[in-house]
C-alpha cells in the first residue's frame, strides 16, 4: 500500500473534525476523497503531508510513519494545498525555483516530470505569481509540488473555484502524471469528478461513508430511482415529500430525486397525485442514480 491509515481521530477542541478514519490507497491509484466543505478532507490530507499529528491512529505513506518519519517522508510527497502556496511577490520562475531549492534539486534535474505543465507558464516566466489567473495559478501551484519527483502526490481542493475548462485540462493532467508512476491522492467537493477517480472515499462529517471504485459506488444505491417536474418545484417538493409513500425527495438541477418506500410504485400514480393537487405540466421519468444520490442515501442512512 502507498498510504495507509488507521482509524485517525483529530478534534480541534469541542469539533470532532475526524471521527476513526480508515482507508488504503495502492501505488499508482489515483484516489479521490470526497465530500462537502467541513467533512474533514483538510484534516486528514494534513496529517498524511505530516503538517498535523492525529489524536488518534496512525498512518504510513510508502511505509513512512507519518510522525516519527516525518522528515524522510516529506521528501517522498508533493503537496498541494488548497490555497496555493506560491509567492505573489515571486515571479512564475523564482517560485519553481524555490521549491526546487527547499528540497535540494534544480527545475532541470526533473524538468522532465514538470514539462508538459510548465511549458504551458514558461512564457509568463517573469511575471509575479500573484498576477497569474487561476488556471496559471494552478498550474504553477501542481509545478511546485512535483519539482522534488515526489512517489506521492497529494492535492486539496485543487479544482475548487477553477473554471470548467481549466478542470478538465486540471484532471487530464492528473492522468498524465498517474501514467509516469505516481500515485494520486486528491479531495474534491464536485461529486462529479468522482468518476475520474479509480478509487473514492466519501467523507462527511469526520467518517467515511463508503469506499469503492465510483462505478461499484453508484450500483450500490438500492432504490429506484424518478426524476419528477412540474411548473411549481417548490410545491412539488412539498407534495411529494407529504406522501406517505415517498422515501426521499431532493432537488437535483431542473428535476426532483424520488424514491418510493414501495418500489412498484408506478409513474401514473405519481402523475395523478400531483395533477390532483393542481400541478401543471407534471413529468416524471426513470433515471439512473449518480454519486449525488448514494451520497445523499448514504448521508441519511447515517444521521438516523
Ligand atoms: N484549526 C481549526 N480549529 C478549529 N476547528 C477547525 C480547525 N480546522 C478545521 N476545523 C473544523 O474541523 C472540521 C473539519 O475541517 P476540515 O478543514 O478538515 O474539512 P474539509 O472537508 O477540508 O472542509 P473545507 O473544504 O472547508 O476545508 C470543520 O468543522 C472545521 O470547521
Same mark, same amino acid.
Given at each position: 500500500?502507498?498510504?495507509?491509515?488507521?482509524? @485517525?481521530?483529530?478534534?480541534?477542541?469541542?469539533?470532532?473534525? +475526524?471521527?476513526?478514519?480508515?482507508?488504503?490507497?495502492?501505488?499508482?491509484?489515483?484516489?479521490?476523497?470526497?465530500?462537502?466543505?467541513?467533512?474533514?478532507?483538510?484534516?486528514?490530507?494534513?496529517?498524511?503531508?505530516?503538517?498535523?499529528?492525529?489524536?488518534?491512529? $496512525?498512518?504510513?505513506? /510508502?511505509?513512512?510513519?507519518?510522525?516519527?518519519?516525518?522528515?524522510?517522508?516529506?521528501?517522498?510527497? #508533493?503537496?498541494?494545498?488548497?490555497?496555493? $502556496?506560491?509567492?505573489?511577490?515571486?515571479?512564475?520562475?523564482? /517560485?519553481? =525555483?524555490?521549491?526546487?531549492?527547499?528540497?535540494?534539486?534544480?527545475?532541470?534535474? /526533473?524538468?522532465?516530470?514538470?514539462?508538459?505543465?510548465?511549458?504551458?507558464?514558461?512564457?509568463?516566466?517573469?511575471?509575479?505569481?500573484?498576477?497569474?489567473?487561476?488556471?496559471?495559478?494552478?498550474?504553477?501551484?501542481?509545478?511546485?509540488?512535483? @519539482?522534488?519527483?515526489?512517489?506521492?502526490?497529494?492535492?486539496?481542493?485543487? =479544482?475548487?473555484?477553477?473554471?470548467?475548462?481549466?478542470?478538465?485540462?486540471?484532471?487530464?493532467?492528473?492522468?498524465?502524471?498517474?501514467?509516469?508512476?505516481?500515485?494520486?491522492?486528491?479531495?474534491?467537493?464536485?461529486?462529479?469528478?468522482?468518476?475520474?477517480?479509480?478509487?473514492?472515499?466519501?467523507?462527511?462529517?469526520?467518517?467515511?461513508?463508503? @469506499?469503492? =471504485?465510483?462505478?461499484?459506488?453508484?450500483?450500490?444505491?438500492?432504490?429506484?430511482?424518478?426524476?419528477?417536474?412540474?411548473?411549481?418545484?417548490?410545491?412539488?417538493?412539498?407534495? +411529494?415529500?407529504?406522501? $406517505?409513500?415517498?422515501?426521499?425527495?431532493?432537488?437535483?438541477?431542473?428535476?426532483?430525486?424520488?424514491?418510493?418506500?414501495?418500489?412498484?410504485?408506478?409513474?401514473?400514480?405519481?402523475?395523478?397525485?400531483? $395533477?390532483?393537487? #393542481?400541478?401543471? /405540466?407534471?413529468?416524471?421519468?426513470?433515471?439512473?442514480?449518480?454519486?449525488?444520490?448514494?451520497?445523499?442515501?448514504?448521508?441519511?442512512?447515517?444521521?438516523?
Amino acid at each position: 500500500m502507498m498510504i495507509s491509515v488507521g482509524n @485517525i481521530e483529530k478534534s480541534y477542541g469541542e469539533v470532532k473534525a +475526524l471521527r476513526g478514519v480508515s482507508l488504503e490507497v495502492k501505488e499508482g491509484e489515483l484516489f479521490g476523497l470526497i465530500g462537502p466543505d467541513g467533512a474533514g478532507k483538510t484534516s486528514l490530507i494534513r496529517i498524511l503531508v505530516t503538517l498535523l499529528k492525529p489524536d488518534v491512529g $496512525s498512518a504510513t505513506v /510508502n511505509e513512512l510513519d507519518v510522525v516519527k518519519d516525518f522528515r524522510k517522508l516529506r521528501n517522498q510527497i #508533493g503537496y498541494m494545498p488548497g490555497r496555493f $502556496s506560491l509567492y505573489p511577490d515571486l515571479t512564475v520562475e523564482e /517560485n519553481m =525555483t524555490f521549491f526546487a531549492t527547499v528540497f535540494g534539486t534544480t527545475i532541470e534535474e /526533473n524538468y522532465h516530470l514538470v514539462k508538459d505543465i510548465y511549458q504551458q507558464i514558461e512564457p509568463f516566466k517573469e511575471r509575479l505569481a500573484g498576477r497569474l489567473s487561476g488556471g496559471m495559478k494552478q498550474k504553477l501551484a501542481l509545478s511546485c509540488a512535483l @519539482i522534488h519527483a515526489p512517489k506521492v502526490l497529494v492535492l486539496d481542493e485543487p =479544482t475548487t473555484g477553477v473554471d470548467a475548462v481549466s478542470r478538465k485540462e486540471f484532471w487530464e493532467m492528473l492522468k498524465r502524471l498517474q501514467k509516469m508512476g505516481i500515485t494520486i491522492l486528491v479531495s474534491t467537493p464536485y461529486m462529479d469528478e468522482a468518476n475520474l477517480c479509480d478509487r473514492v472515499a466519501l467523507i462527511q462529517d469526520g467518517k467515511i461513508l463508503t @469506499i469503492d =471504485t465510483p462505478e461499484k459506488v453508484t450500483q450500490s444505491f438500492g432504490h429506484k430511482l424518478w426524476a419528477i417536474r412540474s411548473d411549481n418545484m417548490y410545491l412539488c417538493i412539498r407534495h +411529494l415529500r407529504e406522501h $406517505s409513500e415517498s422515501d426521499s425527495v431532493f432537488a437535483f438541477g431542473e428535476y426532483l430525486h424520488v424514491t418510493w418506500k414501495d418500489q412498484d410504485m408506478q409513474a401514473d400514480e405519481m402523475e395523478k397525485y400531483l $395533477s390532483d393537487l #393542481g400541478h401543471t /405540466n407534471v413529468e416524471v421519468k426513470r433515471t439512473e442514480p449518480g454519486i449525488e444520490d448514494v451520497f445523499m442515501d448514504l448521508m441519511q442512512k447515517h444521521d438516523n
